[in-house]
């Protein structure tokens, strides 16, 4: 994983013995590791037992066609590169060569430097793809597994590093879909607790009568069908964390109840007549406004004050600048690996959308959205027009509201038929006009 340290491997293949000493020597001179085969199939044995950067194969040997080592590696080799070197005449066997999958061919005859420069564009490519790849499984998740460089998500990280050691209350706020469960967890798997459970209650989703018997448990007989104690989520998350989600959902009684299991480290199970000492990390979650909801009278001032020692406020995606691409990415790879597809390539433009989008759903909007584009697109490339049609509205909205609509209709025009490349016809229908008048627009404009 280290070529410039380490020597470039090389395996060369070729049924005429002059031409494979010669391209050793030459390559070897350069200080790459020099394989030589003299056939397709001694050349995949090679393969098999060693691991080989760039093969350099012949198109035509007697045996077994140089395409077919292409194939073979281009369907079981990821990770090396294949040069073709073709006899002049045969510019279809190039043309098939690299259709196959050849990254680079060579016509016969060639000079010692054209052989070199092909080789160094070949194995440029290969370090670029690896270092392409390397970042998404190696650096794109940071300690906490989290996915984020922005300024903002980086005060996010070390609040986390900060509290997960700490036995502390944390409040955790942020819109809808920004990773405060997930955020949540990270503090949890970072604390002394990390071996203890961790239980995430939606407060919001179970049923206020039922919520209390959940969160605390009962003892037998506390209600009709109570035939058994139970514990509750506080008893389970014992020596861990318990994960209070939408906790401005609580109702009144059990806001006071809860302010009471702050303040005492105590549960009452329903029916019990005693209470008892639980050690529970606790960590709160809203999107909403718990203050103002305070001064509404919709939320316990002094539980606000409890829940609120520390709070980790999660910014929404759309302020995390790039942080929109690092996600498209990781999100494209994981789909299509799911699918066993390639991950899809996004188009400048398609990028440009995805990060003027205002995101109104966060990290989940977004891993949805990549998601279906991974589904949906066949080609590799994904552009503005398959994007779905409300966020490439959105698209102008980056410049603000300064600019005339004659100047706004240009810049959209040049997007669209750049994400076409240039075909009018297709610009014309995703611009819901036809083509006579995108050509008067054009020459009015002088886009022409
Ligand atoms: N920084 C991140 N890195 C990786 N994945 C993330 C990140 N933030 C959010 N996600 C993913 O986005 C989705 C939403 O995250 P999560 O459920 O934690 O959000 P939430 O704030 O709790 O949402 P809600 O308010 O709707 O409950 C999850 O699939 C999560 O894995
Ligand atoms: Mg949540």
Redesign the pocket.
Known sequence: MAPSIEKERILVVDDAPNTLEVLRRNLTSKGYKVFTAPGVVEAIKILDATPVDLVITDLKMPRVSGLDLVRHVRENLKDTEVMMITGYASVEGAVKAVKTGAEEYLPKPFTDEELFSAVRRALGKLRARRAGQAPLHRVL?NAY????ESME?RKVFESVAKVAPTPTTVL?T????????????AIHYNSPRASAPFVPV?CGGIPEQLLESELFGYVKGAFTGATESRAGFFQTADGGTIFL??ISDTSPSMQVKLLRVLQDKEICMVGARRTRKVDVKILA?T?KDLLSLVKKGAFREDLFFRLNVITIA?PPLRQRGN?ILL?TR?FATKFAEELGKPPPRFSDNALQVLRNYYWP????E??NVIQRLVVMTDGERVEVPDMPSLMRFSALRETGLDRTLAEVEAEYIRNVLTSVDGNKTQAAKILGIDRKTLREKLKLQGLE
């Open positions: 998740r597994g989290l996915i984020g998500m955790i942020g819109e809808s879909g920004t990773g405060k469960e997930l955020v949540a967890r939606n989600d939408e979650a999107n999660i942080d996600f990781h759903g966060n990290v989940r977004l891993e």
